[in-house]
């Protein structure tokens, strides 16, 4: 299975380096001088080599020269690039507390056990969200093929992870998995009238 580390945002300056929006919590290893990345162009199912000649920081966001792209013109063209691993490739985790996203894609979510509506299936994780906020699981509800929920994914609302048995467990705040949470005052009317 092939990981998504980073992706081509755009050109920067005049010299052929590329903004990389980083996927990856080892960017100093994925992205290190000499590095060859495997990248696909999008609408595009092939795999390019890449090779890293220079890596920088530069405001908050990674910098990087590849070989034999050498203008602005090039590094414009690699726009939407994705770079990716393959899930084979991945050292295990020695902490048990980190997980590799495809880990946690298709794990069933229910509630923990110790709440009245304990034991709740509520659905199936999709796939990871990397925001600025922080990570976010989002959850196909159970017995839909639509729609979805986002949970944060932190210790104090997913106490339990397990790989192994492929099940996560939740303790949501209330409001949390209801579908009107958070929605403006005007749209829960309208949507109360039509029932």
Not at 107 to 134: C, K, M, N, S
Request: charged letters at 35%.
């Amino acid at each position: 299975m092939e990981l998504v580390v980073g992706r081509v945002v755009k050109s920067h300056g005049i010299k052929g380096e590329v903004v990389v929006e980083v996927r990856t919590d080892e960017p100093d290893e994925r992205f290190a001088v000499g590095a060859v990345l495997r990248g696909r162009k999008p609408r595009d199912k092939r795999l390019y080599d890449y090779t890293v000649e220079a890596a920088r920081e530069h405001s908050g966001r990674l910098l990087l020269r590849l070989k034999g792209v050498d203008s602005r013109d090039d590094a414009d063209a690699l726009r939407g690039v994705i770079f990716v691993v393959d899930s084979s490739e991945l050292p295990p985790s020695d902490d048990p507390d980190e997980f590799y996203d495809h880990e946690l894609e298709g794990l069933t979510v229910r509630i923990v056990a110790d709440r009245p509506d304990g034991g709740t299936e509520v659905g199936t994780v999709r796939e990871v969200l990397h925001t600025a906020a922080g990570e976010l699981l989002s959850i196909r509800p159970a017995g839909q093929d639509r729609g979805e929920i986002l949970v944060p994914f932190v210790t104090e609302i997913v106490p339990t992870v397990s790989v192994r048995e492929g099940v996560i467990e939740i303790d949501p705040p209330e409001g949390l998995l209801d579908p009107d949470f958070g929605e403006p005052p005007s749209k829960k009317k309208s949507s109360e009238g039509k029932k």
